[in-house]
Each structure stands twice: as C-alpha cells, then as structure tokens.
C-alpha cells in the first residue's frame, strides 16, 4: 500500500516539529541552572555587612595591631580595587 503526498507531508511536518522540539530542549535545558543561579543571587549575602565593615577604615582605639604606623588599622587596603576599577 502507497501512501499519499498528503500523508507524507503530513508525516514530514510532524518529524519536523518533534526535531525542532528536540534540538530546543537539547539547546536549552542546559541553561535552567544558569538560571537558578541568576534567581539565588538576588537574596542578600549574610556576611556582606561584615566585609563592608572590614574594609571601612577605623580609628585606632577600635582596632589592636602589632604594626604602628598611618594605615595600622586598616584591615583591607581598597586602593587596589579602585585601580582595577579605574
């Protein structure tokens, strides 16, 4: 038994769209946890407050070091990161 130009179309279009579906999900699925990822950073990072406060300079009373000098109570020199940033 023959089967028609219609039925073969038909057939054709039905394995073109299961193809295209395919290649979607092999195309996207590996993306979903670049998402999940992108959709976790926007909860607020627990130790933020305290590297903000790190890297603030403080008077000397509030910060103990062996070494004396200018920048003794400096934790974290941030001339650094505004030369990258420049």
Same mark, same amino acid.
């Given at each position: 038994? %023959?089967s028609? /130009?219609?039925?073969? %179309? #038909?057939?054709?279009?039905?394995?073109? #769209?299961?193809?295209?579906? =395919?290649?979607?999900?092999? =195309? =996207? *699925?590996?993306?979903?946890?670049?998402?999940?990822?992108?959709?976790?950073?926007?909860?607020?990072? /627990?130790?933020?407050?305290?590297? +903000?406060? @790190?890297? %603030?300079?403080?008077?000397a009373?509030?910060?103990?070091?062996?070494?004396?000098? @200018?920048?003794?109570? @400096? *934790?974290?020199?941030?001339?650094?990161?505004?030369? +990258?940033?420049f």
């Amino acid at each position: 038994m %023959q089967s028609s /130009p219609s039925d073969r %179309q #038909r057939h054709y279009r039905r394995a073109l #769209r299961w193809s295209l579906f =395919l290649l979607a999900c092999v =195309l =996207l *699925l590996p993306l979903i946890p670049y998402g999940m990822v992108a959709a976790e950073s926007q909860v607020r990072h /627990p130790a933020a407050e305290l590297w +903000r406060d @790190v890297r %603030q300079p403080s008077s000397a009373e509030d910060v103990r070091t062996q070494a004396g000098g @200018v920048e003794a109570g @400096v *934790l974290i020199n941030t001339s650094g990161e505004q030369w +990258r940033q420049f």
